[in-house]
């Protein structure tokens, strides 16, 4: 991995006065890992380089704010963490949380492997693989994703992998009301839960940012029948490099 974001010619701006107050103390490690994402992050295709002017309002501390959802010394599973959003930015800002990054592809959890290691983050692991390969193995109190998949898929890979209690927290766009109302009826299907939308970060990021949220209120996961479908629905069971 490069040393900074200058030899690839990408570089993040500076924090802004959000960022400064949002991160505290691990603002040094954000920006590290804002250099991380516009040098190596572009380089191999885990963003685009039109992402990098705008790397702390639209992605860092639009998942940052996250946070305000999450306890203290809660167990978080980020599923298809990409390039560590928001996983690792959680990751890093709340020492206290243990976080699991789940990725399928290889490419991924090698840039994520990389930037845990050079970030110092014990609190983060990084797992290749898929949420529904994890079920039965893993168990959490929430998880996390972004821009993975339409809730009713996205709700099959996580809510078997929650603890009676825990949450489902999927970072939506400006349609979640209209998402969560189409897909309340086969989310409802999977596993008892009940579901709001909510924003977090008023008064830090504009626009605040956009959590569905789904917590189960049940032990145990889907019905057979929602397993099943949630497994096989779609077999695309080849791991890409």
Not at 16 to 35: H, N, S, T, W
Not at 56 to 67: F, K, M, S, T, Y
Not at 142 to 169: E, N
């Amino acid at each position: 991995m490069t040393v900074g974001a200058e030899e690839s010619g990408a570089v993040p701006p500076e924090p802004p006065v959000e960022a400064v107050e949002i991160f505290g103390d691990a603002l040094p490690k954000a920006r590290r890992y804002a250099e991380l994402l516009a040098d190596d992050g572009v380089r191999r295709g885990l963003i685009g380089p039109r992402e990098v002017p705008r790397l702390w309002e639209r992605h860092l501390i639009n998942c940052a704010v996250v946070e305000e959802l999450l306890p203290e010394g809660a167990e978080v599973v980020d599923i298809g963490s990409g390039a560590g959003l928001p996983g690792l930015v959680l990751g890093l800002l709340r020492p206290d949380v243990r976080m699991i990054l789940l990725e399928p592809l290889l490419r991924r959890t090698v840039f994520l492997n990389e930037a845990v290691e050079i970030l110092d983050l014990p609190n983060v692991e990084v797992r290749r693989g898929r949420a529904e390969e994890a079920h039965g193995e893993l168990l959490t109190d929430f998880v996390t994703a972004r821009a993975v998949a339409p809730l009713p898929r996205l709700a099959g890979w996580a809510l078997p992998l929650l603890r009676k209690g825990g949450s489902l927290l999927a970072l939506k766009g400006e349609q979640a009301e209209a998402e969560l109302v189409a897909a309340e009826q086969a989310v409802s299907k999977l596993r008892p839960n009940v579901s709001d939308v909510i924003r977090v970060g008023r008064g830090k990021v504009e626009p605040a940012t956009t959590v569905v949220r789904v917590t189960v209120t049940s032990d145990g996961g889907p019905s057979p029948s929602g397993s099943q479908k949630s497994r096989d629905g779609k077999k695309k069971r080849g791991r890409k490099r």
